[in-house]
């Protein structure tokens, strides 16, 4: 019998949504120009790009390159036995289920709004996929929003988040709530791509500034390469509570 895999997130959606961009702007440039504008041509310019990121989307092994991404975050950001620690928008329980798997003891929980069109993200794939890398009943999953943490003040000795909090408008709410639930010392780290969609998210030479503003020292952006779908850069993004 094949062993079954945790699934951190399914290509699919993510193929569909990128052959979908590329077939409309190749058709309304072809329509555009034919009927219209000649200028319109040039909006098939960027449609290579949307094919080659489905391209990259279906190449398979990307379970592979995920959990290389999660190990090397926990390895950057360490683990001691016994911490409380709070994954934000965990999804499919992606971080809180790595960290359970290092640890003995203490607390682990993963929070997230599992929007109904969040890509397929749900609690019972985060408890299912516990339960297939054999840390069910050592991770709780709880729904809540970010910017609203249903924790009191000091109560995490880690906060963490990976590829949410540049999707959520507001973040810096989010952020402050994550620094709010961390004990004086604890730490906190994030893992983000350079730019948000709506939200604001941004890494520039601003962002070390509003973190402190909203709490943290020593902050550090540190670039980050990922092989997911393609190779990219993201950055890891960490601070001390003060
Ligand atoms: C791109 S997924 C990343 C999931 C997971 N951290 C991972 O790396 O696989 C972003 C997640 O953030 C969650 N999210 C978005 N806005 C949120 C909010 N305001 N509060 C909590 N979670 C949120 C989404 O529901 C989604 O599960």
Redesign the pocket.
């Known amino acids: 019998m094949r062993e079954e895999k945790p699934n951190?997130?399914s290509p699919t959606a993510h193929i569909i949504a990128n052959l979908t961009l590329g077939i409309f702007l190749l058709v309304t440039a072809f329509l555009g120009a034919f009927f219209l504008n000649f200028f319109f041509a040039l909006l098939a310019l960027p449609s290579p790009y949307f094919f080659w990121m489905a391209k990259g989307w279906a190449r398979g092994g990307l379970l592979e390159d995920?959990l290389r991404i999660r190990e090397d975050f926990i390895r950057l950001v360490g683990v001691k036995d016994g911490e409380k620690i709070l994954?934000?928008?965990?999804?499919?329980g992606?971080?809180a289920i790595g960290f359970a798997k290092k640890m003995r003891g203490g607390e682990i929980v993963g929070?997230?709004?599992?929007?109904p069109m969040?890509?397929g993200?749900s609690m019972q794939k985060a408890l299912r996929n516990a339960e297939i890398e054999g840390v069910s009943g050592r991770v709780i999953f709880k729904r809540?929003?970010?910017?609203e943490i249903p924790y009191p003040d000091e109560y995490f000795d880690k906060v963490v988040?990976?590829?949410?909090i540049h999707?959520?408008?507001g973040w810096e709410k989010?952020v402050s709530e994550m620094i709010r639930v961390l004990k004086p010392g604890g730490v906190f780290a994030v893992?983000e791509p350079k730019k948000g969609w709506a939200g604001g998210w941004r890494v520039d030479q601003n962002l070390k500034v509003k973190l402190e503003e909203l709490g943290l020292r020593r902050v550090e952006v540190r670039p980050f390469t990922i092989h997911y779908p393609k190779e990219r850069t993201v950055f890891l993004v960490t601070g001390v509570k003060r």
């Open positions: 951190y997130g995920k994954d934000v928008g965990t999804g499919s992606f971080l929070i997230d709004v599992w929007m969040g890509g993200l809540a929003d970010a910017r988040a990976s590829f949410a999707i959520i408008r989010a893992l």
